[in-house]
């Protein structure tokens, strides 16, 4: 390849999935069918898992505990679907978030592998670093909505907490949560209880760290490219 960087690849498996989350987060808000909220996070998941475990083909032996995560996730997206009594439906949303933590942990250790295995830089190795930067910002609403579950003032929000769907709630941690990563705060949403404001620093301080460490990576990758042309 004479270029540093490859213009196209014949299976763009990671802007594919790039793109796929970026529908979710643009349409996860405006769907007002907890049904169909949580197929759409269930189908981002297990993309998610496919594409990971095809680019780690030596995983073997993480791969039986990733999917074994993935079920028990849509367990609890299920009965958290279903009509029942408010407890039940927090130890449900407790369940589904505490197994999608270290699945989505364990998705972008796979993917930051695939991107610092790869010997050149790719433009699908672009966007898998992209995928992993909203993949943290996901795995950190999952925090949040645990810390709602069993203690609603955790944050402050526009809309009332109490009243306000989960499907919403989710919708909200997740745009706090890629605020937060991004450093921008609005200010519109705020982490009240201590142990909110500690993961939001925490967050913030991964996403600058998270920058900064792709992009010595990529000017390493194009150096050792541009040596290897010339």
Do not use: C
Not at 182 to 188: C, E, F, K, Q, S
């Amino acid at each position: 390849m004479n270029l540093p960087v490859a213009l196209a690849e014949r299976k763009p498996h990671f802007l594919q999935l790039t793109l796929l989350m970026f529908a979710w987060m643009l349409l996860a808000p405006h769907l007002g069918d907890r049904w169909l909220v949580q197929l759409l996070l269930q189908v981002l998941l297990v993309s998610s898992l496919l594409v990971t475990l095809r680019a780690n083909p030596g995983w073997g032996n993480v791969r039986p505990v990733m999917i074994a995560l993935w079920l028990v996730s849509l367990a609890g997206a299920a009965f958290a679907a279903i009509p029942l009594e408010p407890e039940w439906h927090r130890i449900a949303g407790t369940v589904e978030s505490a197994s999608i933590l270290p699945l989505v942990a364990l998705l972008s250790v796979g993917i930051l592998r695939y991107v610092f295995t790869r010997k050149e830089l790719t433009v699908d190795g672009l966007f898998a670093t992209i995928a992993v930067y909203m993949l943290i910002a996901l795995l950190f609403a999952q925090v949040y909505l645990l810390l709602i579950d069993w203690n609603p003032a955790s944050f402050h929000l526009p809309a009332d907490i109490a009243g306000r769907p989960r499907q919403l709630l989710h919708s909200d941690m997740v745009y706090f949560s890629m605020i937060t990563l991004a450093t921008v705060g609005y200010g519109d949403i705020l982490p009240v209880s201590e142990a909110a404001r500690s993961l939001a620093v925490m967050e913030a301080v991964v996403g600058q760290f998270y920058v900064a460490i792709i992009v010595a990576v990529f000017v390493g990758m194009y150096a050792a490219a541009h040596q290897r042309r010339d």
